[in-house]
T-cell receptor
């Protein structure tokens, strides 16, 4: 089974609108971390936001928030007030405990339309 | 800000040649990951080191690829002999193990083309 599933290969959003990128994960561990990365067309991988499995509050970082639903094993990324510079690939990732490897999803390509 | 440094940024070479990619992890980071990214396969984990010891290299073709960490400031990924199907972007990432909330930090990648 896939550890991380991103079911949306491509998404479009109007500038200034909010968009949700889906991510579901599979683990039997109690302690794990969930991460989102952004990869613009220039190619670098940029860390955006983190959610711990024991965190009760949804993580937020500026315009990014993580909608964490533990029972459903989902960790969706919400981008508010989309900007043209948000157009990029977005990867969801999970780590099962400190020091362990990361599992990445296949990514979602987001295009922001002016 | 501290960064993961990868060299070279670009490499074009003929098939059969040896290719060596280098990575300098962020000072204080004790985990290093090598990934390969292609359009077809996406992001694949090739090798993973913790405290310089290889923990997982199951994603790496053993006959031609090798990964080492000769010291804490240098990780290398070698391909010998290289083949056109090795053309991809190779990323190095580093992180710390103390807390599970530590993200990996990626280098800018080495864009490899094998002719």
């Amino acid at each position: 089974a896939q550890k991380i599933t991103q079911t949306q290969p491509g998404m479009f959003v109007q500038e200034k609108e909010a968009v949700t990128l889906d991510c579901t994960y599979d683990t039997s561990d109690q302690s794990y971390g969930l991460f989102w990365y952004k990869q613009p067309s220039s190619g670098e991988m940029i860390f955006l936001i983190y959610q711990g499995s024991y965190d009760e509050q949804n993580a937020t970082e500026g315009r990014y928030s993580l909608n964490f639903q533990k029972a459903r094993k989902s960790a969706n990324l919400v981008i508010s007030a989309s900007q043209l510079g948000d157009s990029a690939m977005y990867f969801c990732a999970m780590r099962e405990g400190p020091g362990n490897q990361f599992y990445f999803g296949t990514g979602t390509s987001l295009t922001v339309i002016p | 800000d501290a960064r993961v440094t990868q060299t070279p940024r670009h490499k074009v070479t003929e098939m059969g040649q040896e290719v060596t990619m280098r990575c300098q992890p962020i000072l204080g980071h004790n985990t290093v990951f090598w990934y390969r990214q292609t359009m077809m396969q996406g992001l694949e984990l090739l090798a993973y080191f913790r405290n310089r010891a290889p923990l997982d290299d199951s994603g790496m073709p053993k006959d031609r690829f090798s990964a080492e960490m000769p010291d804490a400031t240098l990780a290398t990924l070698k391909i010998q002999p290289s083949e056109p199907r090795d053309s991809a972007v190779y990323f190095c990432a580093s992180g710390r193990t103390e807390n599970s909330n530590q993200p990996q930090h990626f280098g800018d990648g080495t864009r490899l083309s094998i002719l």
